[in-house]
């Protein structure tokens, strides 16, 4: 069946350098994606979301970049920090009360 | 605001036991739902609610059930504990369904529940 997936299972970039976490999904009905952020130990947390009839969404140090002609979803750091280590999921609403998760990556900040 | 609480944190069963994994919301949110998260899978939908009294299933479902006799809370309960269940379980609401291209579909999840099964 239609799944969102991600590229890469592992990121490790420098602290203070921009991160790129890519995320292709193949439902091209999909109108909404969101990104999540999950710390050890602990449940998912919103980062930022995009519906369909945007390129590009920014918010506070992220931007998530949505292409749908090759259905291809991204979400942007800026300056990477400690704090940003974690595994980052995208999602997609497939309508009728489902969210589809892809498997995740898991973002390593070296210092 | 507690937000999302879930009860207990970790729990280790043998197979063919039976409990029930608790959580509770007071964000009045209308809007369940139980995952399950497996290493490499992402999370996965098991049960979900869209209102008190109504429950539904997600895609993997088998060896659940639920029920949602307040708005608070949405226990999950393994009937027959497998191996295969072994996993950590989160809980989610949200404000309204999730619809198509809403912003109120975000959900706030849980801390998470641990579950071995031996």
């Known amino acids: 069946g239609e799944s969102v997936g991600l590229h890469l299972p592992t990121l490790s970039v420098q602290e203070g350098d921009n991160s790129i976490i890519n995320c292709a999904y193949s439902n091209s009905a999909s109108d909404y994606f969101i990104w999540y952020k999950q710390e050890s130990g602990k449940g998912p947390q919103f980062i930022i979301d995009?519906?369909?009839?945007?390129d590009k969404r920014q918010g506070q140090r992220v931007t998530v970049l949505l292409n749908k002609t090759v259905k291809h979803l991204s979400l942007q750091i800026a300056a990477t920090q400690p704090g940003d280590s974690a595994v980052y999921f995208c999602?997609?609403?497939?309508?009728?009360?489902?969210?589809?998760f892809g498997a995740g990556t898991t973002v390593t900040v070296r210092a | 605001n507690a937000g999302v609480t879930q009860t207990p944190k970790f729990q280790v069963l043998k197979t063919g036991q039976s409990m029930t994994l608790q959580c509770a919301q007071d964000?009045?949110?209308?809007?369940m739902s139980w995952y399950r998260q497996d290493p490499g899978m992402g999370l996965r939908l098991i049960h979900y609610?869209?209102?008190?009294?109504?429950?539904d299933q997600g895609e993997v479902p088998n060896g659940y059930n639920v029920s949602r006799s307040t708005t608070e809370d949405f226990p999950l309960r393994l009937l027959s504990a497998a191996p295969s269940q072994t996993s950590v379980y989160f809980c989610a609401s949200s404000y309204t369904r999730q619809g198509r291209g809403s912003g109120a579909n975000v959900l706030t999840f849980g801390a998470g529940s641990r579950l071995t099964v031996l």
């Open positions: 609610s869209v209102g008190a009294g109504i429950t």
């Open positions: 964000m009045n949110h209308e809007y």
């Open positions: 995009i519906r369909s009839n945007m």
């Open positions: 999602a997609e609403n497939l309508g009728d009360y489902k969210l589809s």
